[in-house]
C-alpha cells in the first residue's frame, strides 16, 4: 500500500464502513462497489419469487457471471423463498431463495 493508504488484509475487502467511496459494499474484483439498497429493490421487482437472469445490466457482474452456469442464463425461485435481506452492517445482502427444480439440457454445464 503506498505510503500509509490502508491494505486490506489477505486481500479481503474492507467492511463498507470504512469505505471511501460511502457505498453500502465494498469493492472486490477491480468491480465498482455494489449499492446494496438499490439491488434490494430492484430484485423485489423481479417477481415473488424473482426470476434472475445474467443478461439483466441492473445484476452486478459478479452474480450475473454465476447466473450463466443455469440453463438458459435463469434462476427461477419458488414457493418458499424469501425477500432480499440487508445485514444490519449493511455489507452482505442476502437472498433466502428456494430453486425451481429445472431441466438441464444436454451440451450445457
Request: aromatic content about 2%; some cysteine.
Amino acid at each position: 500500500a503506498p505510503n500509509g493508504a490502508l491494505k486490506p488484509v489477505n486481500d479481503q475487502p474492507f467492511p463498507a464502513d470504512r469505505a471511501e467511496t460511502g457505498m453500502n459494499a465494498p469493492q472486490t474484483g477491480g468491480q465498482p462497489p455494489v449499492d446494496l439498497e438499490a439491488l434490494r429493490a430492484h430484485i423485489l421487482t423481479l417477481g415473488s419469487p424473482p426470476t434472475l437472469t445474467s443478461v439483466d445490466a441492473q445484476l452486478p457482474d459478479s452474480l450475473r457471471d454465476v447466473l450463466t452456469a443455469f440453463p438458459h442464463g435463469t434462476l427461477q425461485g419458488a414457493a418458499g423463498s424469501g425477500p432480499p435481506e440487508i445485514d444490519p452492517e449493511g455489507t452482505r445482502l442476502t437472498l433466502p431463495l428456494v430453486c425451481a427444480s429445472q431441466e438441464w439440457p444436454a451440451g450445457t454445464s
